[in-house]
């Protein structure tokens, strides 16, 4: 019997141990995040600033593209147009000669 109730008592401080560095844990975990108006760890605001932040990766990654694909077409543009003031006036002058 006096057996039994020490291995009862073995077990029951493993357990409370056990239990403790769980909690600790947890407060860690706890600890990482910000309070929310209310003084609970705010996991969902935490969730939902990550999410903002990918949306404004996203949406700057479509910005960029699109000012690089205006950039480029202006930059042909302009390409063309000074290839047609220097060569047009030589082309005609071709086609005038013949």
């Known amino acids: 019997m006096q057996q039994q109730q020490r291995r009862y008592?073995?077990?029951f401080l493993g357990l409370h141990l056990r239990v403790a560095s769980i909690e600790r844990e947890i407060?860690?975990?706890k600890a990482a995040f910000p309070p929310n108006d209310l003084g609970f760890t705010d996991f969902d605001g935490h969730?939902?600033?990550?999410k903002s932040k990918i949306a404004e990766g996203q949406?700057?990654?479509e910005y960029k593209q699109a000012v690089t694909?205006?950039?480029v077409l202006g930059v042909i543009g302009l390409a063309f147009t000074v290839l047609g003031f220097i060569a047009g006036p030589a082309l005609l002058r071709w086609m005038g000669g013949t």
Do not use: L, N, T, V
């Open 9 to 11: 008592a073995d077990d």
């Open 27 to 29: 407060e860690q975990i």
């Open 47 to 50: 969730r939902g600033y990550h």
């Open 59 to 61: 949406a700057m990654g």
């Open 69 to 71: 694909k205006k950039i």
